[in-house]
């Protein structure tokens, strides 16, 4: 990602879900979006924990809150 970039398009995901997402909807998602995912070598797991860091930050700047848990996949969306 250049800088911010992931920020971005999670913000742009959950703002026009219809439902909260897990970190592994999003990454899937972004993963889709850039076309990376036939990339050799790609790590998805390392590739969730990217996401989970920026949605720490999105958090903690107050952008989008933690909603609940779909089994053991903590549940996002765009903050009220």
Request: hydrophobic share 40%.
């Given at each position: 990602?250049?800088?911010g970039?992931?920020?971005?398009f999670?913000?742009?995901?959950l703002?026009?879900?219809?439902?909260?997402?897990?970190?592994s909807?999003l990454?899937?998602?972004?993963?889709?979006?850039k076309?990376i995912d036939?990339?050799?070598?790609?790590d998805?797991?390392?590739?969730c924990k990217?996401?989970?860091?920026s949605l720490?930050?999105?958090?903690?700047g107050?952008?989008i809150?933690?909603?609940?848990?779909?089994?053991?996949?903590?549940?996002?969306?765009?903050?009220?």
């Open positions: 990602f250049k800088t970039e992931a920020n971005v999670i913000l742009d995901m703002r026009t879900a219809t439902k909260p997402l897990s970190i909807d990454s899937k998602m972004i993963v889709f979006d076309g036939s990339e050799e070598g790609f998805f797991e390392r590739f990217v996401v989970l860091s720490s930050r999105c958090e903690s107050g952008l809150e933690r909603v609940g848990k779909d089994g053991l996949s903590l549940l996002w969306q765009i903050k009220s």
